[in-house]
T-cell receptor, first 109, second 117 residues
Framework: KQEVTQIPAALSVPEGENLVLNCSFT??????LQWFRQDPGKGLTSLLL?????REQTSGRLNASLDKSSGRSTLYIAASQPGDSATYLC????????FGTGTSLTVIP | GAVVSQHPSWVICKSGTSVKIECRSL??????MFWYRQFPKQSLMLMAT?????????EQGVEKDKFLINHASLTLSTLTVTSAHPEDSSFYIC?????????????FGSGTQLSVL
């Protein structure tokens, strides 16, 4: 069974810093990997989706990479802002969808 | 982009009553929808996969008689929590897949916070 782990579980950084969130998965037979943002008590907002054949995707200040062979994906956030504070989830898509445990990010003004 | 609408956003009910949650894909047809639940400070857990016109596929440990899923059309799936109890209190989220391929993007509803008294 696929296991998806996110490190760190929580992260607090001052505004303006660049940061990296990590996601690891045990089964490399995935179709894609997707990064989401979740605000407290809210649903999920899709940030980036990387197909299994791709290495990275970029959207604005966000860049996500995928290394299937090592079972890792990273989400890079440049020049962090207080509005980036949220929980970030990664999900590996195989025959089913498996979510990571999430990283709670706090950006301090 | 694709929009998934989920209603209600929150519901409070008495123990023993049933609650229905709707998930609609507003501008696309979704042959497959998914239902998740999330406990505080935990990640989402897939409950079931809903396929239009057929029975839902439930994950291990999820009671299908308690969590009734109906996917009667290509734009609507419903989750009914029957005879709800306080332990069913949770955040429920639906998602719909854009397209039929397994690698298609998922879009999520805004979630439903269920509190059972």
């Amino acid at each position: 069974k696929q296991e998806v782990t996110q490190i760190p579980a929580a992260l607090s950084v001052p505004e303006g810093e660049n940061l990296v969130l990590n996601c690891s998965f045990t089964d490399s037979a995935i179709y894609n990997l997707q990064w989401f943002r979740q605000d407290p008590g809210k649903g999920l907002t899709s940030l980036l989706l990387i197909q299994s054949s791709q290495r990275e995707q970029t959207s604005g200040r966000l860049n996500a990479s995928l290394d299937k062979s090592s079972g890792r994906s990273t989400l890079y956030i440049a020049a962090s802002q207080p509005g980036d504070s949220a929980t970030y989830l990664c999900a590996a898509t195989g025959n089913q969808f498996y979510f990571g445990t999430g990283t709670s990010l706090t950006v301090i003004p | 982009g694709a929009v998934v609408s989920q209603h209600p956003s929150w519901v409070i009910c008495k123990s023993g009553t049933s609650v229905k949650i709707e998930c609609r894909s507003l501008d696309f047809q979704a042959t497959t929808m998914f239902w998740y639940r999330q406990f505080p400070k935990q990640s989402l857990m897939l409950m079931a996969t809903s396929n239009e016109g057929s029975k839902a596929t439930y994950e291990q440990g999820v009671e299908k008689d308690k969590f009734l899923i109906n996917h009667a059309s290509l734009t609507l799936s419903t989750l009914t929590v029957t005879s709800a109890h306080p332990e069913d209190s949770s955040f429920y989220i639906c998602s719909a897949r854009l397209g039929v391929a397994a690698n298609e993007k998922l879009f999520f509803g805004s979630g439903t916070q269920l509190s059972v008294l």
